[in-house]
């Protein structure tokens, strides 16, 4: 990951939303939602391809032939229509084949780590538009380098000066209502900024206002996330007070050289939105 950042022109601070919400979730995720966008059931519709054209595609290894033996009616999931939308777009912006296939290269970071998608990068931000009011924009720079982002990302890569060159900007939720016939979706460039926080969110920062805490320690499991929180003091009346606070705790007193340290130890559940 650290090579891959050195040479990159352009950077997006690293988010704790997004590793949250999609390395911790969204890639071991079997949704309903997440099957729906990536089932292979649709035939092409507006796009108005010609067989020509897509095999074309094919060879040129910005679309995927997974028919057998590369014959016959291929079906598209919306995840696969979203992206050949998306590649009308940047033709009719100038990019040939070999910048859209490094473009697709980029997108295609994260796909090892998913066994559902071909695509997670873009299928997470897919269902994000579906879902949210959020604006999502899938930008491709002038070298070629691209990335799927909300609003709020690139305007803070802007602030910080970690965006070196110009880019083309496709708004990924005026594609997704398009294919999911939902008018209501529309992204709310007054608001956005003002993303409700999750419920681990919550807990986080509560959990670092706290006095005498040590540590925090988050594990996953299954669909619960289970929280760890130590408190450390050399106040025995404030261990018993923190201690009495808590449903489920546990308090140990740890002497060196006949002075006491108390340990409390808080653990709580919150279970994945």
């Given at each position: 990951m650290d090579g891959y950042l050195k040479n990159r022109k352009n950077i997006?601070?690293?988010?704790?939303?997004?590793d949250l919400n999609f390395l911790g979730d969204f890639v071991h995720s079997t949704s309903?939602?997440?099957?729906?966008?990536?089932?292979?059931?649709?035939?092409?519709?507006?796009?108005k391809i010609?067989?020509?054209?897509?095999?074309?595609?094919?060879?040129?290894g910005i679309l995927e032939d997974d028919r057998p033996n590369g014959k016959g009616w291929k079906k598209?999931?919306?995840?696969?229509?979203?992206?050949?939308?998306?590649?009308?777009?940047?033709?009719?912006?100038?990019l040939d084949l070999a910048r859209i296939k490094k473009v697709k290269q980029e997108i295609d970071f994260y796909n090892s780590a998913d066994k559902t998608s071909k695509c997670?990068?873009?299928?997470?931000?897919?269902?994000?538009?579906?879902?949210?009011?959020?604006p999502i924009k899938f930008i491709v720079f002038e070298s070629g380098e691209a990335n799927v982002l909300r609003q709020s990302e690139i305007d803070i890569a802007n602030a910080l000066q970690c965006i070196s060159e110009d880019f083309i900007s496709i708004d990924l939720n005026r594609l997704v209502a398009m294919f999911l016939k939902k008018d209501e979706i529309k992204p709310d460039y007054l608001t956005y900024l003002d993303v409700p926080k999750t419920e681990l969110e919550k807990e986080v920062e509560n959990s670092l206002?706290?006095?005498?805490?040590?540590?925090?320690?988050?594990?996953?499991?299954?669909?619960?996330?289970?929280?760890d929180q130590e408190?450390?003091?050399?106040?025995?009346?404030?261990?018993?007070?923190?201690?009495?606070?808590?449903h489920y705790g546990k308090l140990i007193e740890k002497k060196n050289a006949g002075k006491s340290t108390y340990q409390v130890t808080n653990k709580k559940k919150i279970t994945k939105g």
């Open positions: 997006f601070p690293a988010s704790d939303w997004f309903k939602s997440k099957k729906a966008i990536t089932e292979q059931i649709y035939k092409l519709g507006e796009e010609s067989s020509r054209v897509l095999n074309h595609w094919y060879e040129a598209f999931s919306i995840s696969e229509l979203v992206w050949i939308r998306i590649i009308m777009k940047l033709r009719s912006f100038g997670p990068l873009l299928d997470f931000h897919i269902l994000l538009a579906a879902n949210t009011s959020t206002s706290m006095e005498d805490i040590q540590s925090i320690t988050i594990q996953v499991k299954d669909k619960d996330y289970l929280i408190f450390f003091t050399t106040d025995k009346n404030k261990a018993n007070t923190i201690m009495s606070a808590l």
